[in-house]
């Protein structure tokens, strides 16, 4: 009876065993490298959308990482805002720990970081948000990008990782996108940038009257 048994769980380790390695033969070919985009269009000029991403303080408001961990621990070193400025989090199990660092910004146009993951597994990736000026509009793209380490290609054998994590930016980029209207919607008039005028020519002076002959 024993060694049946003993026979039983050594069929099923190796069945477990083969299910294992095919798993991580199949993972190996997926790409070594992974990008995901998500972009949207927001009803207020590049500059007010350009500081919701370059100001690391305002990340809090739209972040859909936030969302999940009220009491997520934030903390800031460097410049508030623009190149240097550093985003540090501690938080729970679905946002991890890690930090992001602003390594290139280009006032109304892009803001590029290197993003640094520690817990629950550690990576290094990149992201950027791209702002284009449409009319009065502005529309915004944000991308990540990073190496496929065998970790990651397993995960992309059994989830959808473009979903996932494309997902989240659809999320963070509709509240961003509330933000953004509402305070544009609020901003006076006044505040508006206004194209500058030429002066109109001054008018050339009269001829002088000709001299009596």
């Given at each position: ?31 070594d ?42 903390t ?88 996932m ?17 509402k ?31």
């Open positions: 009876m024993i060694k049946k048994l003993l026979l039983i769980l050594l069929a099923l380790l190796g069945i477990l065993v083969l299910v294992i390695a095919g798993l991580f033969a199949f993972a190996s070919t997926k790409p490298d992974f990008q995901v985009s998500r972009s949207t269009t927001i009803a207020a000029p590049a500059p007010v959308v350009f500081e919701q991403v370059n100001n690391l303080k305002k990340w809090n408001d739209w972040s859909p990482w936030a969302k999940r961990d009220p009491n997520i621990k934030l800031y070193t460097g410049p508030e805002a623009g190149k240097d400025a550093t985003y540090a989090w501690t938080g729970n199990h679905e946002v991890g720990k890690g930090q992001m660092t602003i390594t290139n910004s280009v006032p109304n146009e892009k803001v590029e970081f290197r993003l640094e993951f520690l817990e629950p597994f550690a990576a290094t990736n990149t992201a950027a948000f791209n702002f284009a000026a449409e009319g009065d509009k502005t529309k915004v793209t944000w991308t990540m990008a990073g190496k496929n380490n065998l970790v990651g290609k397993v995960m992309c054998t059994i989830m959808d990782m473009d979903k994590i494309g997902g989240d930016f659809e999320a963070g980029l509709s509240s961003m996108k509330a933000i953004a209207e305070e544009a919607a609020s901003a006076p008039a006044s505040s508006a940038p206004v194209a500058p005028t030429t002066p109109a020519p001054e008018a050339a002076p009269a001829p002088a009257p000709a001299p009596n002959s």
